[in-house]
């Protein structure tokens, strides 16, 4: 802790850490104690360093800018957050196998070049990720004659949703010459959609991180493949380099990046919901009552127990799997929030509770992803969320189903017939 308050106490750290808050809500985190009082705000560049004699390790900020950060409270609706919300700031997390990271930050950020962006910012996360962010300053004032400040999280999604598109093909080419058993990229490395939702926090630039040791840095595009974590380490870091450079926005060179995302999703994801929805109600009846936990499948049941790794990715999963086995959102949120109480690191309540609204927004139930093909040999399903986050232990009905949800309805009707 001597070297974190040292580090904390240095002028340029907290200048950076206290830039990158402004306007925008903050979390700071205790270390083992967990995280402070939200809403937050730094009010001075020294409140960096007095926090850090109270025991702060590490400082979080929203991807939103708001009017007065200290007027969000919790709970608050759709229209209470647009009132408040001024801007939104793009953010891409990338996290994954810390090699495989960097060549999907890479991806990104020539994706981006080749939408004509130049205004983006990219920092490691501080552990194995990345975190690439385009000011909000670079997209138009308004998309089809709304407000741009009001189109968030959509407008972020379907951007970052088009990126990933636009990434795939070339990241499992450059994964499959470490992993030639890899057959999708983004089950090893994640480009989360999932995240983006109104509160969210992200590392600020700078900052510690409890997990690594090491500090979240910005660095140059032309060092994202050669970087190494040994600069992130508390003795080596520079501030020389900002992350999100609001002045230095170009405000022209957004609208083919913006374009190109909005007609990909109308084209490919309009389509894909038709079809998936189609595919639900031929295959699946959604039972009238919550079906009992005694029927779940073992890899719910497992990721029940409480996880290390994979929190968010199950916490999706988890969702699906409930609305489509008869549980209300109520009972959805219950449920989840006990869950969390599990998880060796619990995830923010503010973050279930947003991935929560935005299934409540979504017009049709999703399936979770379905079960691997290769239940005998399990290695051979690295592509397998189930697998990858180490849940999969099939039993003799698995061996039958496609899908979680199917195992749960079916064993339920074996158990009343």
Request: glycine content about 4%; proline content about 4%; charged content about 30%.
């Amino acid at each position: 802790m001597d070297a974190l308050l040292k580090y904390y106490s240095r002028r340029d750290v907290q200048k950076a850490i206290f830039e990158s808050s402004i306007n925008r809500e903050i979390a700071v985190k205790f270390g083992e104690k967990g995280f402070g009082k939200r809403p937050d705000i730094l009010q001075y560049e020294n409140d960096v360093y007095e926090l850090a004699k109270q025991g702060a390790t590490s400082f979080n900020i929203s991807e939103e800018r708001w009017k007065n950060p200290l007027s969000l409270k919790t709970g608050m609706n759709r229209k209470q957050l647009d009132n408040l919300r001024t801007a939104w700031d793009l953010l891409i997390d990338i996290d994954g196998e810390f090699e495989y990271s960097k060549i999907a930050a890479y991806l990104i950020v020539e994706a981006l070049k080749f939408n004509n962006i130049t205004s983006h910012s990219i920092k490691f996360s501080g552990n194995r990720g990345f975190h690439i962010a385009l000011p909000f300053e670079t997209f138009p004032k308004t998309l089809n004659q709304i407000e741009t400040k009001l189109l968030f999280p959509e407008s972020a999604k379907i951007i970052v949703g088009y990126l990933k598109s636009m990434i795939k093909d070339h990241l499992l080419e450059m994964l499959l010459e470490k992993d030639n058993k890899i057959k999708d990229p983004f089950s090893m490395v994640d480009v989360d959609t999932v995240a983006i939702s109104s509160r969210h926090m992200f590392r600020a630039p700078y900052s510690f991180n409890e997990k690594s040791g090491l500090i979240s840095i910005p660095i140059r595009n032309k060092d994202i493949l050669n970087f190494d974590r040994e600069n992130a380490k508390l003795e080596n870091v520079k501030t020389d380099i900002k992350f999100l450079d609001l002045e230095n926005a170009n405000a022209s060179e957004s609208p083919r990046l913006i374009i190109q995302a909005y007609d990909w999703y109308h084209k490919v994801i309009k389509h894909e919901e038709i079809n998936e929805t189609k595919i639900m109600k031929k295959d699946f009846e959604k039972p009238q009552n919550a079906l009992n936990e005694k029927y779940f499948p073992p890899c719910i049941k497992n990721g029940l127990l409480g996880l290390d790794d994979g929190k968010k990715r199950f916490l999706f999963i988890l969702m699906n799997f409930l609305k489509n086995t008869g549980y209300d959102y109520e009972e959805i949120k219950n449920f989840t929030l006990n869950w969390n109480k599990k998880n060796k690191e619990p995830l923010r309540e503010n973050y279930i509770v947003a991935q929560l609204n935005w299934h409540k927004r979504q017009n049709q139930n999703i399936l979770p992803q379905n079960c691997p093909k290769d239940k005998e040999n399990l290695g051979n399903n690295s592509d397998n969320i189930y697998v990858d986050i180490g849940i999969c232990k099939p039993d003799n009905l698995c061996r039958l189903i496609k899908n979680p949800v199917n195992y749960a309805i079916r064993k339920s009707r074996m158990k009343s017939n």
